[in-house]
């Protein structure tokens, strides 16, 4: 049986003075990734953090990067709320050693998250040039998505304009009641110590009941424009109405990606395809991520001083504000789209459109998603602007359409068919309920989508775009699997902004430590390949 010598024995016993012994940095060892963390902070011009402070009076504070730094590192390592760091920088030593011992408590930490907006912007921009510099970033290609985080809402704090109303409502009488049993008070004084001067303060439960006041007729107005807006959509809102959340306000009732709907945000994140770095990070409350996509590409510039070459993105970016936008800005944009214009293998392309298609290739023709004769069947003649059908007959201009897309009104230009009657093809070219004969539109952006499909049709640019996927939707796995961004800590659609901005900031430190650290291991072994004796 092993005697009681045999066991080892604690390097450090509970009774010691001094714990670390020799020193605190000794117990972090050389190479971790807090201490590329710490070098490339301390890089960081910290001037404009420090305005913030008074540096005249009281105890003096912790250093901004300091905090920032525990923030940060905390991110990395999944520890997101005040709490847990405060506990982290008591008992973990890597952030003991980060803070230099320092005792930071939850309010601080929960603070200074919302109180430097502007920095962080500029910690972000430093962190991406100082990759573009050592050549990790090069915005040859970006991928641009988005993705779905819940808001600081629970799904069931939501309501209906109906629901508002009554609750304004009743507000209001409990209001009324307040107002006569104040008046019922003052008036008890006034004949108690004889004085007629009126109260200037509100009692605090009617000062109260009149902010709640406030709060429901606010989340009314918002319920009623969203009915609206749902109305506009060909959603019957007394059906199916809006549902707006009370709690945060300014998230949306949006579909989640794990199913089911409850108050969300929208984030969006622009990734360098070199490294997968974040080059550009937003939240909308919008439940489609392409109103920022144009605003992408021009932050980006302000960031770096120069735009990517090429842009990748999913189908809700084939609108064309975006790629008329892209174009303008000298932007390559790959996404998912198909020509309407008929292609050679198409019987409908022929050398004289005012001739028909032959019977024979009538099953040919492509269909719509409707089972009717696709847009790509009728050939445009841009000299007399008017379309051919499949039989050659003229499809002349007839009138102006206007149509909301995005937030911008859209004039369309609508060419009729006034040969229909009669027509062979007319059972494959006329919905169900046509009467005046087929229509078609064509927008101002007929001609970039034409150049945009045209591109997207080569083996390179699907090559290229197959790689979209891996560059644009990597983050947000790591972002949330990892950091554990699956719901936002804070409120308010620029709270929200600025707590998306220290998560991306703290993903491409990561990315960033890592490069340093490869690099100085490549050195390294090319400065002792260089040193070996050679052998004669």
């Known amino acids: 049986m092993p005697t009681q010598d045999y066991w080892a024995q604690p390097p450090i016993t509970r009774e010691q003075i001094v714990l670390f012994a020799p020193t605190l940095d000794s117990m972090i060892a050389e190479g971790e990734t807090v201490r590329l963390f710490d070098e490339v902070l301390r890089g960081h011009d910290w001037s404009s953090w420090e305005a913030h402070y008074d540096g005249t009076c009281g105890q003096p504070p912790i250093h901004p990067r300091v905090v920032a730094s525990a923030i940060l590192y905390g991110l990395c390592r999944g520890v997101r709320s005040s709490r847990r760091l405060e506990y982290a920088c008591h008992c973990n030593f890597d952030f003991i050693w980060l803070v230099e011992g320092r005792n930071i408590d ?112 606010k989340a009314l107005d918002r319920a009623r424009d969203a009915d609206k807006a749902r109305k506009a959509d060909g959603i019957d809102p007394v059906k199916k109405p809006a549902q707006v959340p009370t709690t945060d306000p300014d998230s949306r009732v949006m579909p989640n990606k794990e199913g089911g709907h409850a108050p969300n945000y929208t984030p969006t994140a622009a ?36 735009q990517p070459e090429k842009l990748l993105a999913d189908a809700a970016h084939t609108t064309g504000a975006i790629m008329e936008g892209c174009e303008k800005r000298g932007v390559e944009l790959y996404v998912p789209i198909e020509s309407n214009e008929s292609q050679a ?31 790509s069947c009728f050939l445009y003649d841009a000299a007399n602007d008017q379309f051919r059908c499949p039989m050659g007959h003229a499809m002349p201009y007839d009138h102006m359409k206007y149509d909301e897309r995005n937030g911008e009104t859209v004039r369309s230009r609508v060419y009729r068919c006034n040969s ?8 494959a070219c006329l919905g169900a309920k046509a009467k005046h004969g087929r229509t078609l539109t064509r927008d101002p952006y007929e001609e970039v989508r034409k150049r945009t499909a045209a591109r997207m049709a080569s083996e390179s640019a699907r090559t290229l775009y197959n790689q979209r996927p ?25 709270k929200v902004n600025t707590e998306w901005l220290w998560a991306c900031t703290a993903f491409n430190l990561v990315k960033l430590a890592r490069e340093l650290a490869r690099l100085r291991a490549w050195f390294t072994q090319l400065n002792a390949d260089s040193m070996e004796p050679e052998i004669v």
């Open 470 to 494: 891996r560059i644009a939707e990597t983050p947000f796995g790591i972002l949330k699997a990892v950091m554990g961004l699956r719901q936002f800590l804070l409120r308010g659609l620029e």
């Open 106 to 217: 939850h309010t601080t930490f929960s603070r200074f998250r919302t109180e430097f907006k502007s920095e962080l912007k500029d910690l972000f921009r430093h962190i991406g040039r100082m990759a573009l510099s050592v050549g990790l970033v090069r915005l040859g290609e970006v991928g641009f998505d988005g993705t779905r985080v819940k808001a600081n809402n629970s799904r069931y704090k939501t309501r209906t304009a109906a629901t508002l109303a009554e609750k304004l409502q009743e507000l209001d009488e409990q209001i009324e009641k307040l107002m006569k049993d104040a008046e019922s008070a003052d008036a008890a004084d006034s004949q108690l110590f004889g004085s007629d001067d009126s109260v200037t303060k509100l009692p605090p439960e009617l000062a109260d009941a009149k902010q709640r006041r406030e709060q429901i007729q």
């Open 420 to 427: 229909c009657s009669g027509c062979p093809l007319a059972p």
């Open 345 to 375: 293998e198409n019987p409908a392309n022929r050398s004289d459109a005012t001739q028909p298609v032959a019977e024979s290739e009538w099953p040919k023709l492509s269909r719509n998603s409707r089972g009717q004769l696709d847009k």
């Open 271 to 306: 990734t360098d395809g070199k490294c997968g770095m974040i080059v550009d990070a937003a939240v909308t409350a919008n439940v489609n991520e392409q109103t920022q996509t144009l605003a992408t590409i021009d932050r980006i510039k302000e960031t770096f001083g120069e």
